[in-house]
Structures are given as structure tokens and as C-alpha cells.
């Protein structure tokens, strides 16, 4: 075990010294000095830049070739960082491009909060160093992180926490994700599924971002592990560890339901035209995956905010879409049924936690559509008679009901991509098993091809 660890921390380490990295700050000197603050030697004692030298991309290929004595983000300086009043600026233009946004800053009086938070970055060069950089080189993932962090300020000031506790929340959103700038830019853009080691050099970027903030001695341990757990979910299905709500942090879960929601948002919901209000039936379709009083306060303000409930659908394409409504459904109740079988038929006295997580992912499948109807005797005829009679009415409830089968579609998926890379893990089920679940992700292979 000892051994395990040990490797693991190894294969951090190398990340976050990593050759990309280093790239990223010799892009970053294009359009600003990035500058060597300290002579830089590689472990053999050997120098590689000069104090005061720039970090350009010939120094760069020079300084990747070797392991150094200490990581380039600790002997670099960066002219011009992104500022406290900089990054309040960036705030203030990404809530102002949104009038829903703006509108719940306003009545939620969250400016004087947000200014306050600004001023604790600016006592953080390190986290200063790693957002300017990701500001000038992954810019989505950079205005991906203002939007986590202010619905996660907003969260916390709902819940009335501590203020203590609210500028952890603040510094732990706005750093949730700077691992992501040790991570391949190649696995990062790539566009076709990405395979088990894809997947886990991803999630290894909460790691990544806990070890480079727990290294700076001003960072409080809190922030250190919300930025740790914002991928873990109370069913145990999250990573890097799989823990469960009774082992989880607030903060972190703030974090985890403010960046699910701005994941979902622009990536799935706002590509097709859809608003702010198509982001209540996805939280409550995934209630169970975190605090319920996290939850309890988002779908408050959302609801509180009289948001526009329009329709993306056409009035004159809804009939079809309706059709394709009752095909979906009719799919997914066979592919779901199929999958549950298959995690039943693997048993519970296993004793392996990997597995009890892909079971609870279908276990909260379960809870979810049967709240929701979904699966329900009669479903489908109440869909068929809104077609026949042409429900105008109920159209806005149809379209609801689309967006909960596309989460059932993105758990199911997730399910299968989590049983794929448990049947690479090193320590391997029994044969039983393995087969059931090999069997399992061959048959949800198929119904993805044919749902698609």
C-alpha cells in the first residue's frame, strides 16, 4: 500500500512539473514577461536560466529535458498579474452578458461580497500566477471557473455561512480547476470518447490543484480539500476517492454542484438555446448526488428569480419531437432495465467500494426516474394523447421531460464509462464478475450506437 502511494505521489509530482507547464508560460511571454525570479538548476546541479531571463520557448524546451530542483511555478514571476481589480473587472463582464445572471446579482446584493473575496486572492501570488495563466491559455476554462465561483459565492451566502467559510468557498471555486493547466492539452480538446488512462490523467487534475495550494503555507487545509472533493458525490460515484456525503465537506459540495450546473449549462443546454430555467429539472434529477441543502437554496433562488420559460422547440415541430420523445423512452426503460439486471446479477457481498459505486449509479437511476414517471404504466399514452390532441398546454412539460431523459442518458453513459475503467484497475474482479461487467458495457455500447 505504502508502495502504491508512494508511486502515486510520484506521478503528481510529475505533472505538476511537467513540459506543459512550462509551455503555457512560454505562450503566456508572448504577451506577458514571464520572468525567472531565481536561477533555475536542474537536480544535477547543472544551471538552465539565469535570474532575471525570460521564460521564452527556447528556454522552455531547454528546462523540460531535465528534472529541476524545485517546480518552475515556484521560480517564476509573471509582469503584470491578474489583480485583485482585474479580476473583479472579469466578474463584471461575465455577469453583465447575462441579464438573468444580473438580475439575481442585483437582488442577491452580491457585489460588496464579491469585491471583498477579490481582495483575498490578491494575498495569493501562487493562485494569482495560475489563474493569469489560465486566463491567457485556456480562456473557456478560465471564464467556466468565474461562472463556479460566483454561483458557488452565491450559495454560501444563501446558507449564511461564516464569512471565514465564504472566502474558503470563494478561493477553493476560483481554483478548482487550475490542475487542469498540468494536464495534456491533446487529452484536454480531444473530441472522440476518450479511453480509461484519457480519463484518469483528467480526474488526476484535482490532485494536482490540492497539492500545488497545500504547498502554499497562507492556503487554509479547507481549501485545499473542497478543491480535493469537488468531483466526489454524496452516492459514493464521484472521484478521486469515491467517498460518500457522511465524508464530505460543504465547501467542496458547493463547488461540485456549481460547477455540474455550469457544465450542464454551457455545454449541453445553451448550445441549443435553452435558459437558465432548464437547469431545475437537471438538479432535480440529481438531487441525490449532493447535500440536499445545497440543493434545497440553488432551486430557491432559481425559483425565486422568475425566469422566461420558453420553449426551444417550434410549435409546428412538436408533434415530431413528441414522437421522438415516446422512441427515446421506450429505448432508454430497455437499455436501464438491462444495465439493472446486469449490476444485479454481480450480488452485494462483494465487499468492493468501485463496485457498490457503479451499483448506486443505477440505484439513483432509479429513484430519479421514479420520481419523475418516466418508466411509468401510462407514460406513454399520456404523451400519445398530448400528440392526438395537440396539448399546446403540456408542451413546455414535454420538453422537460426530454431534457430528464438526456440525464438518464448521461448517468447511463457515465455508468458505462465508469465500468470500463474499473475493468482496467490492476487489482481485477473475480471471473464472474468481470464477465458480467464486460457483458455490461458491450450491450450498453450497442444502445449508445442505437440512440444515436
Known sequence: MQEKMSAAKNHIDDHIESSIYSAHLAEVNETRQVIAKEDIFNDRGVLLVKSGSAITPAASRAIVQFKLTKPLQDSVTIQNEMSAKDLLHNFATFIAQDHILQSIHTSYQLEPLLELQCYHYDALPMLKQKITVMSDRMRETFDRTLSCTWFSLLIAKEMHLPPTDITNIFLAALAHDIGMLHINSETLEKKEPLNAEEWRQIQAHVVIGKTILAAIPSVPAAVCLAVLEHHERCDGTGYPFGKVESELSIAGQ?????????????????PEGRGWRDIIPFIQMNNHAFFYRNYEVLITVLRHSELPSTRVVDHDAMLGFIGQVIIKNTQLKHWFNEIKDYMKLIGYSHGDRKLHALQNVIFHIATSV???????????????????ER???????????????????????????????????????????????????SRSDEHIKAMN
Open 254 to 270: 458547493i463547488i461540485a454542484l456549481s460547477d455540474s450546473v455550469i457544465s450542464v449549462y454551457y455545454n449541453r443546454f445553451k
Open 370 to 388: 421514479t420520481a419523475s414517471g418516466l418508466f411509468q404504466e401510462g407514460f406513454v399514452e399520456w404523451l400519445e394523447q398530448i400528440q392526438d
Open 391 to 441: 396539448l399546446s398546454d403540456s408542451y413546455r412539460q414535454v420538453e422537460d421531460i426530454y431534457l430528464m431523459q438526456e440525464e438518464v442518458i448521461f448517468h447511463l453513459q457515465r455508468l458505462n464509462r465508469m465500468v470500463k475503467i474499473h475493468l482496467t484497475d490492476v487489482n481485477k474482479q473475480n471471473v464472474k464478475i468481470k464477465e458480467i461487467l464486460e457483458s455490461c458495457v
